[in-house]
């Protein structure tokens, strides 16, 4: 009865460590599932950011140069907003005060916000280069 006893404490602990192994197993299975899962979705993450950048940057290149009219205010340290003729909108500033209505050309483009400049400043550069 003795050896029955031990014999069964014995077994008792032989499934709990079978168990707990169980148990740690599927742990790490559910952990390495979790790692590959945030590196999929950081790949996606990455790539979607780099294809919308080229997309920024092609819309970019298509406004450079465009005429605009201020919609909002734009300064030396105000940021401002302006629409395009063809309906595009943005954020911009300006070396010199632009009010609302007027027109304007971009000139450049940094993080999101266009460099703009007032027609009347580019026709009196233009000017003074014939000259």
């Not at 009865?1 to 014999?7: G, I, P, S, T």
């Not at 590196?39 to 919308?52: D, H, K, P, Q």
């Not at 920024?56 to 465009?66: A, C």
Request: aromatic residues 10%; proline residues 3%.
């Amino acid at each position: 009865m003795v050896w029955e006893a031990r014999f069964l404490l014995q077994g008792g602990q032989e499934n709990s460590t079978s168990d707990l192994s169980q148990i740690v197993t599927i742990l790490v299975n559910t952990l390495i599932l979790l790692f590959l899962a945030v590196a999929v979705t950081a790949a996606i993450s990455y790539y979607l950011r780099r294809l919308s950048k080229v997309t920024l940057l092609e819309s970019f290149h298509e406004l450079l140069g465009e005429k605009v009219i201020v919609t909002k205010t734009a300064g030396p340290e105000t940021t401002g907003e302006f629409r395009s003729d063809s309906g595009e909108e943005g954020q911009c500033l300006a070396s010199e005060w632009i009010y609302p209505g007027m027109p304007a050309r971009i000139t450049n483009y940094r993080d999101g916000i266009y460099k703009i400049r007032p027609l009347h400043v580019d026709y009196r550069d233009l000017s003074s280069k014939n000259k």
